[in-house]
């Protein structure tokens, strides 16, 4: 419990700018996903943000997107 704490007390909440909203939309448009993987991939584009995550094939097939596959770590 004491490291999940620490890892939400050090993370940063990033706000739902019209940016990332418009960048949602052009995506599930374009690339035919889910809300929730679009709005993810949304953010870390118009963030400059890297995704991590065991699940490469949901982030991979976006351009501009770079996906790190933690599996194994």
């Known amino acids: 419990m ?3 704490e620490a890892f939400v007390a050090s993370s940063i909440v990033l706000p739902l700018f019209d940016t990332v909203v418009q960048k949602t939309i052009e995506l599930r448009k374009t ?6 993987d679009a709005v993810i991939d949304a ?6 943000l890297t995704i991590i995550t ?3 094939s ?6 501009g997107l770079e996906v790190i596959n933690s599996h194994g770590w």
């Open 31 to 36: 690339h035919k996903i889910k809300l929730p």
């Open 58 to 63: 949901d982030f991979e097939k976006i351009p």
């Open 2 to 4: 004491q490291t999940l």
């Open 43 to 48: 953010t870390a584009i118009v963030y400059d």
């Open 54 to 56: 065991r699940n490469i």
